[in-house]
């Protein structure tokens, strides 16, 4: 593959370039890490016909200095032509004015977040062969924080309204014969249809009904014979695709949102849909058809709806390794095993100790980190008395050899029941049991006796109670800090907190991005920890080259 190549550099430019002092970041990471991986990597997203696209490597350094700068397409559009330490860094002549906004958001599209990824891990490659992270004594550091996706909360009439909207806003852009013959044959009425200013409720249901209506029109109307003939002949497949997603997610808001009405109600004939309650609507339902992969979470009290961020650094160089975007209301331990095995597999890196916070303490990470050779070291969840001031789990004695359980009066009990859902067993002890003990109101208040659950990971808690009050972890805990320090530089510095698009694949490529920035910045600290300003002191002069007059 072959890319277009700048205009060589001016005596003019040579002279600027020389009067510059040396940029704190972007003088350094020039001399650091050697960009031009991705010339290779990227070759395929190109045709080797007609005109000669820019170098990837050019576009990937615009791209991280733009999230350095946390500047919009248009800003870094400007910022290139006017600032010289960034011309400079991605060696373009000072004249250079050839960047279009619509050429680095239309560049992200290119290369998605798998590219990004890709991209991210070569840099951490360059750093592990400088001997800046990647020994196998390090500590890796795992935690996650909540971004804000900007969704609006929607009622489940505006959440369907806007569905519809999507999908015939869509074929109108994109299909215009399709959309012409829509409007012949299904009235859209109901979606510009107002309720008056004090409606009852009775009017605001049969609205509700009527547009709940229309959307199941809509999707029916697009099975009919004569439009499946034209839409699956549709030339352009990307646009046919758009199409079908868009109708997806209108099918899923309408079953997650309404149920059929009761048509032998007497009081309600002519009402065919209704809202459904929601207590009934499932917990993973959507949000916005605008953004489908966004989720409501909470934390402490403060609503999220968005993504949550894990991410994986080094203790040691206070490197991100790996930082991923999933789903807001996604549990932090559930691809902990996922995470840490791809930061092993790419780089042929194992740590030997890995810590978390206790939402990230489940007893299978912690038996399946035990046979790997790592130590793991997590607080367990809180386990005290109950809410009720009840005898907790903590004060029996379970036997795991005798699978029995004692109580604190001395009874043993066997009698047991697995619990699949929950990984474990549900031990009871017999209520007559129960009635005779002396401090029976201060262990249980059921008529049928008390209960004690044991984890099938008994052990694995059991050693980790043991563990975590040795020095050696309480060393490792002190290391926690530094990822909350590295959240905060990701989330608050580097505009994580906020998502600046929709779907969690472009949300991707932006966490991807700051990944490289961050660590780049650690490079540079690394290398130069003692000069981080300007030095303003005129470099020697260049000798130039002499050009041989033919």
Same mark, same amino acid.
């Given at each position: ?15 600027? !370039?020389?009067? #510059? ?21 990227? /070759? ?11 170098? *990837? ?11 350095? @700068? ?48 890709? $991209?991210?891990?070569?840099?951490? /490659? ?36 806007? /569905? ?6 869509? #074929? ?23 309720? *008056? ?88 339902? #959507? ?34 390794? +790996? ?36 939402? !990230? ?29 009840? @005898? ?25 029941? !697995? ?7 549900? @031990? ?8 005779? @003990? ?18 099938? !990971? ?64 650690? #490079? ?16 020697? $002069? +260049? ?8």
């Amino acid at each position: 593959m072959r890319y277009k190549q700048l205009d060589q550099m001016s005596f003019a430019d040579l002279e600027v !370039y020389s009067v #510059l002092p040396e940029h704190p970041v972007w003088s350094r990471a020039a001399e650091l890490l050697d960009f031009s991986f991705a010339d290779e990597i990227c /070759a395929p997203l190109y045709s080797t016909r007609g005109p000669r696209p820019y170098a *990837p490597s050019l576009k990937l350094k615009l791209h991280i200095v733009q999230r350095y @700068y946390n500047l919009s397409d248009r800003e870094m559009e400007e910022r290139v032509i006017g600032d010289l330490f960034i011309k400079r860094f991605l060696g373009l002549p000072v004249s250079f004015i050839g960047f279009d906004h619509s050429t680095i958001g239309l560049d992200r599209e290119r290369m998605g977040s798998a590219l990004f990824d890709a $991209c991210h891990h070569h840099i951490l /490659a360059q750093a592990k062969q400088k001997g800046l992270w990647g020994d196998n004594e390090d500590v890796w550091l795992i935690d996650s924080f909540h971004t804000n996706g900007h969704i609006a909360r929607l009622s489940a009439y505006r959440l369907i309204k806007q /569905a519809i909207l999507r999908v015939v806003n869509h #074929l109108k852009r994109a299909h215009p014969a399709l959309y012409r013959q829509l409007g012949r044959e299904l009235d859209l009425q109901p979606l510009t249809q107002k309720l *008056p200013a004090k409606a009852n409720p009775e009017d605001i249901a049969a609205s509700f009904s009527r547009l709940v209506v229309l959307a199941y029109g809509l999707l029916h109307w697009f099975e009919k014979e004569a439009v499946r003939a034209v839409f699956w002949s549709w030339k352009n497949r990307d646009r046919q695709l758009t199409s079908l997603e868009r109708q997806a997610i209108l099918f899923r808001i309408l079953t997650e949102n309404t149920l059929p009405g009761d048509p032998e109600d007497p009081n309600d004939p002519d009402r065919a849909y209704r809202k459904r309650p929601r207590k009934e609507r499932p917990a993973n339902q #959507l949000l916005s058809s605008m953004d489908p992969d966004a989720r409501v979470s909470k934390k402490r009290s403060i609503t999220y709806r968005g993504d949550k961020i894990q991410v994986i650094m080094s203790a040691a160089n206070d490197m991100v390794l +790996l930082a991923e975007p999933v789903a807001g209301n996604e549990t932090d331990a559930h691809r902990l095993q996922e995470l840490l095995k791809a930061v092993q597999q790419k780089h042929d890196v194992k740590p030997h100790s890995v810590v978390a916070d206790s939402a !990230y303490g489940r007893g299978y990470h912690r038996r399946h980190l035990k046979t790997e050779g790592i130590t793991f070291a997590a607080p367990l969840q809180a386990v005290g008395d109950n809410s009720t001031g009840l @005898y907790s789990n903590e004060k029996f004695t379970y036997d795991s050899k005798g699978e029995a359980v004692t109580c604190p009066a001395g009874q043993v009990t066997q009698k047991k029941n !697995y619990n699949r859902h929950l990984e474990g067993t549900q @031990y009871s002890f017999p209520k007559q049991v129960c009635h005779t @003990y002396s401090l029976r109101e201060q262990c249980t208040t059921s008529v049928q006796g008390r209960t004690v659950f044991i984890s099938d !990971y008994y052990n694995e808690f059991q050693e980790a109670k043991t563990f975590n009050k040795t020095e050696e972890a309480k060393k490792l805990f002190q290391k926690r800090n530094a990822i909350e320090r590295k959240n905060n530089e990701l989330k608050n510095h580097n505009g994580l907190g906020h998502a600046r698009t929709y779907t969690r694949e472009r949300r991707r490529v932006y966490v991807k991005v700051v990944s490289m920035v961050v660590n780049l910045k650690q #490079l540079v600290k690394q290398r130069n920890p003692l000069t981080l300003g300007f030095v303003r002191k005129r470099p020697p $002069c +260049l000798v130039l080259p002499v050009l041989q007059v033919q």
